[in-house]
């Protein structure tokens, strides 16, 4: 079992940016996919962006971030980024770290985001 944690999301004006962290409680397996997905009140948990692979070797976005944001690893530090540029108020909602690893699924408590226009 591992545990998640995020950290980083805050209140940001329109057009700035934030960096979202995820530390994991023990070493990220190179074959987990590392995740980012966001939730707004009485919607459904969306996809963000994913990160495969010790070096990064596999990425995906969400359609509407691509561009904007960019997730990472830092494999020393067991910990998975989301750098977010160029927010927009449509941005706003709880972002969570998932692990998805051999068919089981980790979940951060989560980290809200809020984007004033």
């Known amino acids: 079992q591992v545990q998640l944690v995020e950290s980083g999301g805050g209140l940001v004006q329109a057009g700035g940016s934030l960096t979202l962290s995820c530390a994991a409680s023990r070493s990220i397996f190179s074959d987990a996919v590392m995740g980012w997905y966001r939730q707004v009140p009485g919607m459904q948990r969306e996809f963000v962006a994913s990160?495969?692979?010790?070096?990064?070797?596999?990425?995906n976005y969400k359609a509407s971030v691509k561009g904007r944001f960019t997730i990472s690893r830092d494999n020393f530090k067991n910990t998975v980024y989301l750098q977010m540029n160029s927010l927009k108020p449509e941005d706003t909602a709880v972002y969570y770290c998932?692990?998805?690893?051999?068919?089981?699924?980790?979940w951060g408590s989560g980290t809200l985001v809020t984007v004033s226009s």
């Open positions: 990160i495969t692979g010790s070096s990064g070797d596999y990425i």
């Open positions: 998932n692990q998805r690893w051999r068919g089981l699924d980790y």
